[in-house]
């Protein structure tokens, strides 16, 4: 499976960015991941592919929304009120199967990987 991110850049805080991350097929679990510079990679966001569930880390949480698009194979981050600590490279990665929820926020757990985009706040 190959996956494509794209949607970031530069923004004051405060504002919007909206990522997109397109498979090459159908999966059933995609998780967004961000590292800092000088920062481990953490988790930001996931969905199950079936049903829809969404799971957020807490700073992110009323903020940014997670959503996919079944039609499209594209699992989308919309990112409001940002603020210059999430300034990151942004990773989506997604599993071909249903995976235990302690495995949504584990990037090592995702079969693929795709590249990161940059998003960069400014204060």
């Known amino acids: 499976v190959q996956l494509q991110a794209s949607g970031g850049g530069l923004v004051q805080a405060g504002g919007s960015l909206r990522l997109s991350c397109a498979a090459s097929r159908r999966t059933e679990t995609m998780g967004w991941f961000r590292q800092a510079p000088g920062k481990e990679r953490e988790f930001v966001a996931g969905?199950?592919?079936?049903?829809?569930?969404?799971y957020y880390a807490d700073s992110v949480k009323g903020r940014f929304t997670i959503s996919r698009d079944n039609a499209k194979n594209t699992g989308d981050l919309r990112m409001n009120s940002l603020k210059p600590e999430d300034t990151a490279v942004y990773y989506c990665?997604?599993?071909?199967?249903?995976?235990?929820?302690?495995?949504?926020?584990?990037?090592?757990?995702?079969?693929?990987r795709g590249q990161g985009t940059q998003v960069t706040v400014s204060s």
């Open positions: 969905i199950r592919w079936t049903g829809g569930n969404t």
């Open positions: 990665a997604a599993h071909p199967n249903r995976v235990i929820l302690s495995m949504i926020s584990d990037f090592n757990s995702y079969d693929y």
